[in-house]
């Protein structure tokens, strides 16, 4: 019966022979002598001692091994199998009705049947081995797969949140960069129209009283003249810096944007990347199956598996090179962003030091 079994597996796995190999045994009509009907009694005596060992005999590890096998396919297969079952027992069933021959012509349709049984339980066991190692790449190749499709994603929500970060973070700096520069700006107008008033008026004082003021009071009011116009000599050469660090900060903006664009474009490469990566693993997973189902050899799938191996560790190099520029641009943004935040203080804080310097 296992080798019906072995024998009807064959000829599913190979469409060509799907026919079954069995023998159609026709009553003879023979001489009823004593010899005859001994054979007929023995002949009787083996199929029931047959049929008892095929009920009776436990499960083997090779059937073990192939159940499991067939449970791993599909519903549809195993309806398959269980119909080819069913068939080979009402053949069986059909064999054991039929009366048997003389057993002088069993002896070499046994042999000839027994040898094409056993090359196709050989063949069987290849194919077992071979779907076995298939099997065991596929789901390995699956779990990796999940690992990698995880990671893509948290490095994906990673680098989305950094950069929605990095956007706030530029905008308000920009926004308290613009506000600071403003008050500056109002701060030292009002500071030199105040000067220029208080100037005016210490000169229309002078100016009336200038008959009456002696020489040392002469020599105080020009070099005030003097320390005034430098004064506004140097308001206007703070005031070209100023435009200088507006123009430095339009600068930096423009090269955050450019820095922006750049993630952009690393993140669209990201992207293609991931795209790639899930092309080539679908390739190399149809690859593996393919070769469970052709039944390839050893060297050959370990081959395909130290290659798939390698491809995914190039695809995690790659991975951790585009994380570090990531990490690299931000850090930028940071130091060019804190630079021009800390430009218009300088500047302010070195004109309010001089302006005082002056009055005093």
């Known amino acids: 019966r296992l080798r019906s079994q072995s024998e009807a597996s064959s000829a599913t796995a190979n469409p060509a022979h799907s026919k079954f190999d069995y023998v159609e045994l026709s009553p003879v009509a023979t001489p009823s002598t004593p010899a005859s009907a001994n054979q007929r009694e023995s002949g009787e005596g083996q199929v029931r001692e047959h049929s008892q060992w095929q009920e009776e005999r436990p499960c083997d590890d090779a059937h073990n091994q192939w159940e499991a096998v067939l449970s791993r396919k599909g519903a549809g297969q195993l309806s398959e199998q269980r119909r080819i079952e069913e068939e080979i027992e009402r053949k069986w069933a059909e064999f054991e009705r039929l009366p048997l021959k003389e057993t002088r012509s069993l002896p070499l349709m046994g042999s000839s049947a027994n040898q094409a049984l056993e090359r196709e339980v050989v063949c069987l066991r290849q194919q077992q081995r071979g779907a076995l190692r298939g099997a065991c790449c596929g789901e390995v190749l699956q ?202 203080v300088c500047v302010c804080v070195l004109c309010a030091t001089k302006t005082k310097r002056a009055l005093l």
């Open 143 to 344: 779990k990796m797969e999940r690992v990698h499709r995880v990671a893509l994603e948290e490095l994906e929500k990673q680098h989305t949140q950094q950069i929605r970060a990095l956007e706030r973070d530029r905008d308000a700096l920009l926004q308290e960069d613009s506000d600071t520069t403003a008050r500056v700006m109002e701060a030292l107008q009002k500071a030199h129209r105040e000067e220029l008033e208080k100037t005016t008026q210490l000169g229309d004082a002078h100016g009336k009283d200038s008959h009456m003021l002696d020489k040392p009071q002469q020599v105080e009011l020009a070099s005030l003249r003097r320390e005034l116009a430098s004064l506004s000599e140097r308001y206007s050469q703070k005031c070209v810096e100023l435009n200088r660090a507006q123009q430095h900060s339009l600068d930096t903006d423009r090269l955050m944007s450019q820095k922006d664009m750049q993630m952009e474009q690393l993140k669209r490469d990201n992207q293609d990347l991931q795209a790639r990566l899930s092309e080539e693993v679908k390739v190399i997973r149809s690859l593996v199956t393919g070769q469970g189902s052709d039944g390839l050899t050893d060297s050959s799938t370990e081959r395909s598996w130290c290659e798939t191996q390698v491809l995914l560790r190039v695809r995690e190099n790659e991975l951790q090179y585009l994380h570090k520029q990531l990490n690299s641009l931000r850090n930028q943004l940071y130091f060019l962003t804190t630079v021009t935040h800390l430009l218009p």
